[in-house]
């Protein structure tokens, strides 16, 4: 299969909890994007400044990380969704690196559907070999057991799609 790499973003602990299950489920590598100057989860304006930064399509500066995520066979990439897209250290991510004809499955953590963020997650990957994709919504709050249960499944059927 080749090495597989799960990539993610999480402020609030949502996105950390499936990325913790699924590379627990795979054995796979992780990394965790920091940006350098990060968003108070606690405050209420984490809303208002994580969404501008959103809607904006701000990129900004993550903190150093040793591993290059080019040399992987598969890319697993998470992120929280904010105002209806994907958040803003995803899209830094995103630009320092081109993972066009990369392996890619996503997953996304919303307090509603995410439909409309997935959507904007797959057209900004539009040029990688997207294998799958699945949404939670608040997976914390709504039954953590069978998010992480999901996740399992979920990660283990990337895994196959990817060994045939």
């Known amino acids: 299969?080749?090495?597989?790499?799960?990539?993610?973003?999480?402020?609030?602990?949502?996105?950390?909890?499936?990325?913790?299950?699924?590379?627990?489920?795979?054995?796979?590598?992780?990394?965790?994007?920091?940006?350098?100057?990060?968003?108070?989860?606690?405050?209420?304006?984490?809303?208002?400044?994580?969404?501008?930064?959103?809607?904006?399509?701000?990129?900004?500066?993550?903190?150093?990380?040793?591993?290059?995520?080019?040399?992987?066979?598969?890319?697993?990439?998470?992120?929280?969704?904010?105002?209806?897209?994907f958040s803003p250290p995803i899209r830094s991510f995103l630009k320092k690196y081109d993972l066009t004809k990369k392996n890619i499955a996503l997953w996304v953590c919303a307090q509603g559907d995410g439909i409309k963020a997935m959507d904007r997650f797959k057209d900004a990957l539009k040029d990688a070999n997207i294998i799958g994709e699945v949404r939670f919504q608040e997976p914390k709050q709504n039954t953590p057991e069978n998010a992480k249960e999901r996740a399992v499944v979920w990660a283990n059927e990337i895994i196959q799609k990817i060994n045939n």
Do not use: H
């Not at 994007?33 to 701000?58: C, H, I, N």
């Open 1 to 85: 299969m080749g090495k597989v790499l799960v990539v993610y973003y999480s402020l609030t602990g949502n996105t950390k909890m499936i990325a913790e299950t699924i590379v627990e489920a795979i054995n796979s590598d992780v990394l965790e994007l920091k940006p350098v100057k990060e968003l108070d989860a606690e405050s209420g304006m984490r809303y208002f400044w994580g969404g501008f930064q959103a809607t904006m399509k701000k990129k900004p500066k993550l903190e150093e990380f040793d591993i290059n995520p080019l040399g992987y066979n598969l890319i697993i990439l998470g992120t929280p969704v904010w105002a209806w897209t």
